[in-house]
């Protein structure tokens, strides 16, 4: 089975140089054409040439409707995104306030220890409510590291944010 795998194989490479080849002499035959008198040329090789400037019109229309495609597919594309953002633009846009503060919040417990490098994630709370009739978004999380001593150390840090106002500030406090 292996070697009828690996004659295969250079079959395929066999075939894609000879191809290869075949397109390099042909490419050559047509530049040679070319760069001749029209009045030196045989009828063969006159047909040969309007042959191949009618191949490469072909090729360059195709070109241009593969193109034309593209942009319209791009264009839905977009449209197709615009119009999901718009129908959902609150819903992302909460999203996005949640992860800007879990990122800003994430990092000051650990940040705030005298050895970060001993710092451990022990319970994490992520929760969504209202206060106030307001939403607000919380980040609890409890937290240890060492301090000087070598003892290990328990605290606990809580962050916060309304979410109906993208300006509103992100607070933040720790507890013992």
Known sequence: MKKILQFLLLLLIGFVVYMKYETDKKREYIEQLQ???VSQL???EK???AEHEEFEKQRLVRRAEAEKEERKRKAEEERKAHEYYL????E?????LKRDMHFACSEMPKLSLKYPKTYEEDHVILEERKLNGRPIYFLYIEFSGTNA???RMSQKFQCYRYLDDPKAPIMHSFYN
């Open 47 to 49: 047909q040969d040439l």
């Open 87 to 90: 129908a959902h633009k609150d």
């Open 42 to 44: 045989t009828k063969k």
């Open 149 to 151: 001593f070598g003892v």
């Open 92 to 96: 992302i846009e909460r999203d996005k």
């Open 35 to 37: 760069s001749k008198p």
